[in-house]
């Protein structure tokens, strides 16, 4: 197999015609057909579950399709594996990353596709030169020596798009490629985007933002429940276009929530938290009934400051108090003891069992108030399935039943997971970070007011996103952090996303009045 000759911009590259994949019970494609164009940036957008990585993975040669063909450039190809992909001029950014930790940003680029000398050794110094034209391409300003793991996941995305670059690819399809970037990281990687595309490359690109499907696609498909239901070619849809195509009727994107009917005592009152790194001298409040948001650019120091109240971090200097006593917890589990759920930015390292059910993830946080009794540790399993069930039910996870494994879920619904466990009513203090990645519109407003809802009995719930329209449609107020301080406060009617991008700027905008 060879890579095809180039297509002209706007032509067909790739057909799948009728193709079909199904897991155990689970119908995952039925019958999709999607045309991708050279040189055209192609959004696949659907609720979670509908499909999309199945069929990114049907071409990348991970799954099988039970039937129907791939064409490229009109002549049918069998894709067996990740190999048979690459040679055909086809790489894949998958939603978890295949960086190798460890390794440097050369040989992260150069995965499987370095250049040899004719004795059948890899040659570095060609291997380089290749890599350094391809790094001024994707605007790379980092060393090519440094670590992989120190890099932000913005950085890691752009070694990821010029992995695919080395290998000459014409086809580059990007899962969620955004959906840990902030705005700005974001924009910055529409532009590199837009010059593939300009170059002639042909783009997938899967989204929930929906802002950015409709501003940088020139095609859409729109999947639900594994078939296609929309197909738009050459053709912008506006966000509320996309959003009726997914949920099937109009939807409001961003509206401000009810003020709490009540909102009592401080259970979390932060005073003067430092890590000595990354935090500096950060207070914060939230009361029972309260909805407070942590806005700010990637790298504020945001997640930081959370893990520093729940633990995860050491607490240098200040102090933590929770329901008016304070505390200072060694790790996540001290403060989970004392009625915290935390939901962490990191789902599949920190968030979820990915091996165990559904079930099992959901009752996990919630096991005391299970058991039958003090000295029987017994567990009440029926119980603990029938609140997973509900939770399923509230949550809108799209599962074949709660004892399914939670790896084999669709990355948004993991997601759902990773929250809905959380959704009992016996937590003081509710910590998201970033608890809607993934998720798709729907869901995230049903995500909104299961959260709310909990407030409203009187948790305390704080809330890290980079979303500012999530914080606009979420919160009651927003404290916003710029370089590991605290900078401003929004309440109420002041919550915009214009005025939280404005405060988490002013710091460095009084930086250069003074200078
Ligand atoms: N390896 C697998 N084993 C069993 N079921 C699977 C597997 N991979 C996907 N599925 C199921 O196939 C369906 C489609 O999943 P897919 O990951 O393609 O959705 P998606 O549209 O990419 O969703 P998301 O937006 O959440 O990433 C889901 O019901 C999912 O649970």
């Not at 680029?109 to 060609?126: E, F, H, Q, S």
């Not at 593939?196 to 989204?207: E, H, K, N, R």
């Not at 937590?427 to 049903?446: F, H, K, M, N, T």
């Given at each position: 197999m060879s890579a095809p000759e180039a297509t002209t911009a706007g032509e067909p590259l790739l057909r799948v015609d009728r193709l079909t994949k199904t897991f155990g019970g689970v119908q995952a494609l039925k019958d999709v057909s999607v045309t991708i164009r050279s040189g055209v940036v192609h959004g696949f957008v659907g609720a979670n579950g509908a499909g999309k990585s199945t069929l990114i993975r049907c071409l990348a040669g991970i799954h099988r399709p039970d039937a129907g063909t791939i064409e490229l450039d009109g002549a049918p190809v069998d894709i067996h594996t990740a190999l048979d992909a690459s040679r055909l001029g086809m790489a894949f950014i998958h939603q978890e990353m295949s960086i190798i930790p460890g390794w440097d940003v050369l040989r992260n680029m150069a995965l499987g596709m370095p250049y040899r000398t004719r004795a059948g050794l890899i040659d570095w110094k060609a291997t380089?030169?290749?890599?350094?034209?391809?790094?001024?391409?994707?605007?790379?300003?980092?060393?090519?020596?440094?670590?992989?793991?120190?890099?932000?996941?913005?950085?890691?995305?752009?070694?990821?798009?010029?992995?695919?670059?080395?290998?000459?690819?014409?086809?580059?399809?990007?899962?969620?490629?955004?959906?840990?970037?902030?705005?700005q990281e974001a924009s910055r990687l529409h532009g590199i985007i837009r010059e593939l595309t300009a170059a002639g490359t042909a783009v997938i690109f899967v989204s929930h933002r929906l802002a950015e499907v409709s501003e940088l696609c020139e095609d859409i498909t729109v999947f639900k429940d594994g078939r296609v239901v929309r197909t738009a070619v050459g053709q912008r849809l506006t966000s509320h276009e996309l959003v009726e195509a997914i949920v099937g009727h109009h939807m409001e994107l961003t509206r401000r929530p009810e003020p709490p009917a009540h909102v009592g005592e401080p259970v979390l009152d932060v005073e003067h938290a430092s890590d000595g790194r990354l935090v500096q001298d950060a207070s914060l409040q939230v009361r029972a009934g309260e909805v407070v948001g942590l806005g700010g650019l990637v790298g504020a120091g945001r997640t930081e400051f959370t893990?520093?109240?729940?633990?995860?971090?050491?607490?240098?200097?200040?102090?933590?108090?929770?329901?008016?006593?304070?505390?200072?917890?060694?790790?996540?589990?001290?403060a989970v003891a004392q009625r915290v759920g935390i939901v962490p930015e990191e789902r599949r390292s920190q968030g979820v069992f990915l091996d165990k059910s559904i079930d099992f993830n959901i009752n996990l946080a919630s096991l005391d108030s299970l058991r039958t009794g003090r000295f029987v540790p017994w567990l009440r399993l029926g119980a603990g399935r029938k609140r997973a069930q509900r939770l399923i039910d509230e949550v809108g996870i799209k599962a074949r039943g709660a004892d399914q494994p939670v790896g084999a879920l669709s990355g948004g619904n993991q997601q759902k997971v990773a929250v809905a466990r959380w959704l009992t009513h016996d937590r003081q203090l509710l910590i998201l970070d970033e608890p809607s990645r993934g998720v798709d519109v729907g869901a995230r407003a049903e995500l909104h007011t299961l959260i709310r809802d909990l407030a409203g009995r009187g948790a305390a719930v704080l809330v890290v996103s980079s979303d500012n329209e999530e914080l606009v449609a979420l919160c009651d107020r927003v404290v916003v952090m710029a370089e590991g301080h605290v900078v401003g406060e929004l309440v109420g009617d002041q919550i915009t996303t214009k005025a939280i991008l404005a405060l988490s700027f002013a710091r460095a905008h009084k930086q250069e009045d003074v200078a």
């Amino acid at each position: 197999m060879s890579a095809p000759e180039a297509t002209t911009a706007g032509e067909p590259l790739l057909r799948v015609d009728r193709l079909t994949k199904t897991f155990g019970g689970v119908q995952a494609l039925k019958d999709v057909s999607v045309t991708i164009r050279s040189g055209v940036v192609h959004g696949f957008v659907g609720a979670n579950g509908a499909g999309k990585s199945t069929l990114i993975r049907c071409l990348a040669g991970i799954h099988r399709p039970d039937a129907g063909t791939i064409e490229l450039d009109g002549a049918p190809v069998d894709i067996h594996t990740a190999l048979d992909a690459s040679r055909l001029g086809m790489a894949f950014i998958h939603q978890e990353m295949s960086i190798i930790p460890g390794w440097d940003v050369l040989r992260n680029m150069a995965l499987g596709m370095p250049y040899r000398t004719r004795a059948g050794l890899i040659d570095w110094k060609a291997t380089r030169r290749r890599a350094e034209i391809v790094a001024e391409k994707v605007g790379i300003r980092f060393s090519l020596d440094a670590i992989i793991d120190d890099l932000s996941t913005a950085d890691q995305w752009l070694v990821m798009i010029a992995r695919a670059l080395m290998q000459d690819a014409r086809l580059i399809a990007m899962d969620e490629p955004t959906a840990s970037l902030s705005p700005q990281e974001a924009s910055r990687l529409h532009g590199i985007i837009r010059e593939l595309t300009a170059a002639g490359t042909a783009v997938i690109f899967v989204s929930h933002r929906l802002a950015e499907v409709s501003e940088l696609c020139e095609d859409i498909t729109v999947f639900k429940d594994g078939r296609v239901v929309r197909t738009a070619v050459g053709q912008r849809l506006t966000s509320h276009e996309l959003v009726e195509a997914i949920v099937g009727h109009h939807m409001e994107l961003t509206r401000r929530p009810e003020p709490p009917a009540h909102v009592g005592e401080p259970v979390l009152d932060v005073e003067h938290a430092s890590d000595g790194r990354l935090v500096q001298d950060a207070s914060l409040q939230v009361r029972a009934g309260e909805v407070v948001g942590l806005g700010g650019l990637v790298g504020a120091g945001r997640t930081e400051f959370t893990r520093l109240i729940y633990g995860a971090e050491r607490l240098r200097t200040g102090e933590v108090r929770l329901a008016g006593r304070t505390v200072r917890f060694h790790e996540p589990a001290d403060a989970v003891a004392q009625r915290v759920g935390i939901v962490p930015e990191e789902r599949r390292s920190q968030g979820v069992f990915l091996d165990k059910s559904i079930d099992f993830n959901i009752n996990l946080a919630s096991l005391d108030s299970l058991r039958t009794g003090r000295f029987v540790p017994w567990l009440r399993l029926g119980a603990g399935r029938k609140r997973a069930q509900r939770l399923i039910d509230e949550v809108g996870i799209k599962a074949r039943g709660a004892d399914q494994p939670v790896g084999a879920l669709s990355g948004g619904n993991q997601q759902k997971v990773a929250v809905a466990r959380w959704l009992t009513h016996d937590r003081q203090l509710l910590i998201l970070d970033e608890p809607s990645r993934g998720v798709d519109v729907g869901a995230r407003a049903e995500l909104h007011t299961l959260i709310r809802d909990l407030a409203g009995r009187g948790a305390a719930v704080l809330v890290v996103s980079s979303d500012n329209e999530e914080l606009v449609a979420l919160c009651d107020r927003v404290v916003v952090m710029a370089e590991g301080h605290v900078v401003g406060e929004l309440v109420g009617d002041q919550i915009t996303t214009k005025a939280i991008l404005a405060l988490s700027f002013a710091r460095a905008h009084k930086q250069e009045d003074v200078a």
